[in-house]
């Protein structure tokens, strides 16, 4: 049982737009940043998102994210078959010490 | 850029001690730029973090495993490494390594991960 909560699945056509949740509590979303993760499947996880809402060089704005309350969500417009992967959120839990660090369960994307 | 590689042996017996390594280039294990992290992922399943050791050799652990896994550091080989003792079938998984920068707060570079399976 993942401390962050999301979806296991979520689906849409291409060219569609997607939207990625991940629930949490004050003491890990609520005061942390969460950044995100997308893992093709055999491939090691890249990061996508950090601090809440930023992208890495060479993350193309599609994909954006955005946090409220305990709560973050990851959005991806404009889908490719390329983006079909597993998608993971994380953060730092002050709960659990100075590298508290928690991930969500997961959400596998298919791009129908 | 950094570089991170997984090493180690892709089986070892139940109840013996896992040891792997990473290997890193591209910047110093004692820069104090960094933090290095040890992330697993069971088959079919999501990410789990175990620990971090920091550029000056400090560690931290995930309260589960804290009691069977220890984080080193060798600078003379610029390299990180993990050591888990007491193994079962539930310790198989993909190991990876990661990097996060001091005071940000997410992972940057990634090894490629090193497949382990516990078995007889």
């Known amino acids: 049982q993942s401390v962050l909560t999301q979806p296991p699945s979520v689906s849409a056509a291409p060219g569609q737009k997607v939207t990625i949740s991940c629930s949490g509590s004050?003491?890990?979303?609520?005061?942390?940043?969460v950044s995100w993760y997308q893992q093709v499947p055999g491939t090691a996880p890249k990061l996508l998102i950090y601090d809440n809402n930023q992208r890495p060089s060479g993350i193309p704005d599609r994909f954006s994210g955005s946090k409220s309350g305990t709560s973050a969500t990851l959005g991806i417009t404009g889908l490719q078959t390329g983006d079909e992967a597993d998608y993971y959120c994380a953060t730092w839990d002050s709960s659990l010490g100075p590298e508290g660090w928690v991930f969500g369960g997961g959400t596998k994307l298919t791009v129908l | 850029q950094l570089q991170l590689q997984e090493s180690g042996p892709g089986l070892v017996k139940p109840s013996e001690t896992l040891s792997l390594t990473c290997t890193v280039s591209?910047?110093?294990?004692?820069?104090?730029?960094?933090?290095w992290v040890w992330i697993r992922q069971p088959p079919g399943k999501g990410l789990e973090y175990i620990g971090t050791i920091s550029y000056s050799g400090g560690a931290y652990y995930n309260s589960p495993l804290n009691s069977r896994v220890t984080l080193s550091m060798d600078t003379s080989k610029n390299q990180v490494s993990l050591n888990l003792n007491s193994l079962t079938a539930a310790d198989t998984a993909v190991y990876y390594c990661a990097s996060r920068q001091w005071q940000m707060y997410y992972f940057d570079s990634w090894g490629q991960g090193a497949l382990v399976t516990v078995s007889s």
């Open positions: 004050n003491s890990n979303i609520g005061n942390n940043y």
């Open positions: 591209g910047d110093s294990v004692s820069s104090n730029d960094y933090y």
